[in-house]
């Protein structure tokens, strides 16, 4: 029988129940938003594609939970933008794509010349009109909304692209696992889930959150904000509030980053933040995103929403109690009632 007891003691180790955010259920979503001239970046993983634009929207519903999990809807939207494609080439490479580009051109008078460039006039049916530049050793193809430009240089050749994009919308769907607030995308864990925390935990500093392009991304800093109102289009939250900062992520693009995120300690949500390092990008195809709400302010004892900032929200924020809603986890259920049946089993066989 002693064995037993040490059996169970070892399965029963973890608690029953968990604590999940007294606000969350079906249903529940969460807008934010950033405004401004620079206030959208998408980097994409494909063809390191950048898109430029003045307005960014970061959307999340939940749509199920179940078995100590709850699956989320993403929406990411940008409106307003600009793709911009840089490429390389060799040296060889750029001269041969040069003839080609230039050589519908030969035979024909420039409009006019500016130095030692010929200037002519043309007219696409997407693009509308526009004017083809022919340097020496480059060449540009100029439209309102597009243009294609050619650089041949001694070693290396660059290959330029930039369209207008009046908006773009992605939509990727993942889960939480919410006993340890991991974020799994198809079904794999990626890393902690920086949506929202869950009660009675604060990252500390140090913690491990999850890998980025071969990168370990911690926490560098964990402040509790016992003096600072912060004003967001949905509300103004009082204090407290806890500042979480990451360790800089390099990106492949050649920049690199940190994310800077306010968190409401009564409720655990995400208040304002700028977020470009997160395993949540890949689903979108983004290796990095920045939402930057221009024109914040901050003075001493309050600030304004930065980053991408909270603007809606249906979730009942009204209860002051953070440990409201614990969960019975029916995994753990499962383990403690094997266990029992089993101690009922060995206490048979020793009557016996």
């Known amino acids: 029988m002693r064995y037993a007891v040490l059996i169970l003691s070892f399965l029963f180790l973890p608690s029953l129940v968990y604590a999940q955010p007294y606000w969350l259920k079906e249903g529940v979503y969460f807008k934010y938003v950033a405004h401004g001239d620079h206030s959208v970046l998408f980097v994409a ?13 970061f959307f999340w519903r939940v749509i199920k939970i179940e078995d100590d999990f709850a699956m989320v809807e993403v929406v990411l939207r ?3 933008l600009t793709e911009e494609i ?3 080439l060799s040296h060889d490479e750029g001269i041969e794509k040069l003839r080609e580009l230039v050589s519908p051109y030969e035979k024909e008078k420039p409009s006019r010349l500016e130095g ?13 009109e526009g004017v083809v530049r022919i340097c020496n050793s480059s060449f540009s193809l100029e439209f309102s909304n597009y243009t294609y430009a050619l650089w041949v240089g001694r070693s290396r050749s660059i290959e330029f692209v930039r369209k207008t994009i009046p908006k773009i919308e ?4 993942f889960k939480i696992n919410l006993r340890d607030n991991t974020l799994l995308i198809n079904g794999t864990p990626v890393g902690k ?19 980025l392009s071969d990168q370990k991304v911690t926490v560098k800093k964990s402040i509790v904000l016992n003096d600072t109102i912060i ?17 800089m992520v390099a990106f492949p693009h050649g920049s690199g980053g940190m994310d800077v995120l306010y968190y409401d300690m009564s409720s655990g949500i995400l208040i304002t933040g700028f977020m470009p390092a997160s395993p ?4 979108f195809g983004f290796s990095s995103v920045v939402l930057f709400n221009e024109g914040s302010k901050v003075k001493k004892g309050e600030m304004n929403g930065f980053g991408m900032v909270l603007k809606e929200t249906n979730a009942d924020l009204t209860m002051i109690k953070p440990l409201e809603g614990t969960r019975t986890s029916k995994f753990f259920l499962g383990r403690f009632i094997i266990s029992i049946l089993f101690l009922v089993f060995m206490a048979i066989i020793r009557r016996e």
């Open 170 to 173: 992605k939509r990727a769907i």
């Open 78 to 80: 940008g409106r307003n």
């Open 116 to 128: 030692i460039c010929g200037i002519y006039s043309v007219r696409n049916s997407t693009w509308g």
């Open 231 to 247: 004003h967001t289009p949905f509300k103004t939250f009082t204090p407290p509030s806890l500042n979480i900062q990451t360790s």
């Open 193 to 211: 889930n920086l949506l929202f925390i869950l009660p009675e935990k604060t990252y500390y500093v140090g913690e491990f959150l999850f890998n």
């Open 86 to 88: 840089h490429n390389e």
């Open 45 to 57: 993983l494909s063809n390191s594609s950048i898109y430029r634009g003045s307005y960014g929207e």
């Open 280 to 283: 949540l990008w890949k689903a």
